[in-house]
């Protein structure tokens, strides 16, 4: 384990609309606000045809290659993410959501491509005095925090 201590900036109050895309959005808006580094929720709609990670075809295959499933019908849903820039100073949110229908649930990373149905609310917490980052491994295909 790695591990950094940081403190809390700025709160920022989200409310989505409908067929506003994540993680689009929510990286779009950090951009603007200029919020590298972050804890984001949200509890809402996603609508059908989001895409969502829901694993790696093979767990022992590096780099994996995810699979990635659609959804046939609007669902409830909450996530959970963080925002941390890449290499390039870049803010890059890995939000993993929880979304059901009727008795069915799924649960993956939103990262192919969520649409937000009617509504969506976010809370974005602004991390600061940090310096970790995301940063490509290689041989994972991955993203990876580097905590600095």
Known sequence: MKYSEATQGRIFILRLEHGDKLPDVIENFAMEKNILRGACFLIGGIDKKSRIVVGPKNGRQMPPEPMITE???VHETFAFGTLFPDTNGIPKLHMHS???????????CVRPGVNIWQIGEVIIQEILDSKSRRKKNESLGFELLEIE
Do not use: Y
Request: charge should be positive.
């Open 98 to 108: 929880a979304s059901g229908r009727k008795k069915k649930s799924i649960t993956g």
């Open 71 to 73: 959804l046939d019908e």
